[in-house]
Protein backbone atom coordinates (compact mmCIF):
# COMPACT_ATOMS: atom_id res chain seq x y z
CA UNK A 1 0.00 0.00 0.00
CA UNK A 2 1.53 3.29 -0.73
CA UNK A 3 0.14 6.65 1.12
CA UNK A 4 0.81 9.63 -0.66
CA UNK A 5 1.09 13.17 0.78
CA UNK A 6 0.97 16.73 -1.19
CA UNK A 7 2.57 20.02 -0.87
CA UNK A 8 3.69 22.90 -2.38
CA UNK A 9 -0.01 24.32 -3.20
CA UNK A 10 -0.87 27.88 -3.20
CA UNK A 11 -2.13 31.82 -4.57
CA UNK A 12 0.24 33.04 -7.72
CA UNK A 13 -0.25 35.45 -10.11
CA UNK A 14 -0.66 34.62 -13.61
CA UNK A 15 2.49 34.19 -15.48
CA UNK A 16 4.06 32.73 -11.96
CA UNK A 17 5.26 29.81 -10.87
CA UNK A 18 4.90 27.03 -8.22
CA UNK A 19 6.21 23.30 -7.18
CA UNK A 20 4.31 21.23 -6.26
CA UNK A 21 5.98 17.70 -4.11
CA UNK A 22 4.37 14.33 -3.64
CA UNK A 23 5.88 12.51 -0.64
CA UNK A 24 4.95 8.83 -1.20
CA UNK A 25 5.33 6.20 1.40
CA UNK A 26 6.38 2.15 1.14
CA UNK A 27 9.43 0.45 -0.28
CA UNK A 28 7.77 -0.31 -3.69
CA UNK A 29 7.54 3.19 -4.91
CA UNK A 30 9.87 2.80 -7.75
CA UNK A 31 7.19 0.15 -9.34
CA UNK A 32 4.56 2.62 -9.52
CA UNK A 33 3.63 5.27 -12.57
CA UNK A 34 3.20 8.70 -11.05
CA UNK A 35 1.09 11.86 -12.24
CA UNK A 36 -0.34 14.38 -11.62
CA UNK A 37 -4.27 15.02 -11.87
CA UNK A 38 -6.52 17.87 -11.34
CA UNK A 39 -9.82 18.83 -11.13
CA UNK A 40 -11.21 22.50 -11.12
CA UNK A 41 -15.35 23.14 -10.27
CA UNK A 42 -17.94 21.50 -11.88
CA UNK A 43 -15.08 19.92 -14.32
CA UNK A 44 -13.82 15.90 -14.10
CA UNK A 45 -10.45 15.27 -13.07
CA UNK A 46 -7.38 15.54 -16.02
CA UNK A 47 -4.31 14.04 -16.54
CA UNK A 48 -1.47 17.00 -16.46
CA UNK A 49 1.21 14.59 -16.58
CA UNK A 50 2.34 11.44 -15.29
CA UNK A 51 6.28 10.03 -15.11
CA UNK A 52 6.43 6.22 -15.67
CA UNK A 53 8.70 4.05 -13.74
CA UNK A 54 11.13 3.65 -16.60
CA UNK A 55 11.08 7.58 -16.49
CA UNK A 56 8.77 8.25 -19.72
CA UNK A 57 6.72 11.28 -19.49
CA UNK A 58 3.72 12.79 -20.63
CA UNK A 59 1.66 15.13 -20.70
CA UNK A 60 -1.43 17.34 -21.16
CA UNK A 61 -2.03 19.20 -24.10
CA UNK A 62 -2.41 22.24 -22.16
CA UNK A 63 0.68 22.22 -19.89
CA UNK A 64 3.18 21.32 -22.49
CA UNK A 65 6.14 23.57 -22.04
CA UNK A 66 4.84 24.88 -19.23
CA UNK A 67 4.71 22.05 -16.82
CA UNK A 68 7.88 19.65 -16.27
CA UNK A 69 7.02 16.46 -13.84
CA UNK A 70 10.05 14.49 -12.06
CA UNK A 71 10.53 11.70 -9.73
CA UNK A 72 13.41 11.00 -7.19
CA UNK A 73 13.85 7.09 -6.70
CA UNK A 74 15.93 7.96 -3.65
CA UNK A 75 13.86 10.27 -1.68
CA UNK A 76 10.47 8.59 -3.53
CA UNK A 77 9.19 11.72 -4.39
CA UNK A 78 7.63 13.53 -7.47
CA UNK A 79 7.52 16.83 -8.43
CA UNK A 80 5.47 19.38 -10.54
CA UNK A 81 7.19 22.11 -11.74
CA UNK A 82 4.68 24.56 -12.64
CA UNK A 83 6.08 28.32 -14.72
CA UNK A 84 3.71 30.56 -17.05
CA UNK A 85 0.94 29.73 -15.10
CA UNK A 86 -2.39 30.73 -15.94
CA UNK A 87 -5.75 31.07 -14.40
CA UNK A 88 -7.39 28.47 -16.21
CA UNK A 89 -4.80 25.93 -14.18
CA UNK A 90 -6.31 26.87 -10.94
CA UNK A 91 -7.70 23.41 -9.48
CA UNK A 92 -6.99 21.10 -6.86
CA UNK A 93 -3.74 18.85 -7.99
CA UNK A 94 -4.12 15.10 -6.57
CA UNK A 95 -0.70 12.86 -6.66
CA UNK A 96 -1.22 9.42 -8.04
CA UNK A 97 0.06 6.15 -7.80
CA UNK A 98 -0.97 3.24 -10.03
CA UNK A 99 0.68 -0.18 -10.87
CA UNK A 100 -1.65 -2.81 -12.47
CA UNK A 101 -0.37 -5.52 -9.83
CA UNK A 102 -0.20 -2.93 -6.52
CA UNK A 103 -3.04 -0.70 -7.33
CA UNK A 104 -3.85 2.83 -7.98
CA UNK A 105 -3.56 5.27 -4.79
CA UNK A 106 -4.63 9.25 -4.33
CA UNK A 107 -3.44 11.87 -2.14
CA UNK A 108 -5.53 14.19 -0.61
CA UNK A 109 -5.07 17.06 -2.82
CA UNK A 110 -3.81 20.42 -2.81
CA UNK A 111 -5.24 23.76 -4.05
CA UNK A 112 -3.82 25.85 -6.41
CA UNK A 113 -5.10 29.36 -7.43
CA UNK A 114 -3.96 31.87 -10.32
CA UNK A 115 -5.47 34.70 -9.94
CA UNK A 116 -4.25 38.79 -9.93
Known amino acids: QVQLVESGGGLVQPGGSLRLSCAASGSTFRLYTMGWYRQAPGKQRELVAA???????NYADSVKGRFTISRDIAKNTVNLQMNSLKPEDTAVYFCNARNFAYGNYWGQGTQVTVSS
Open 51 to 57: ISNGGST
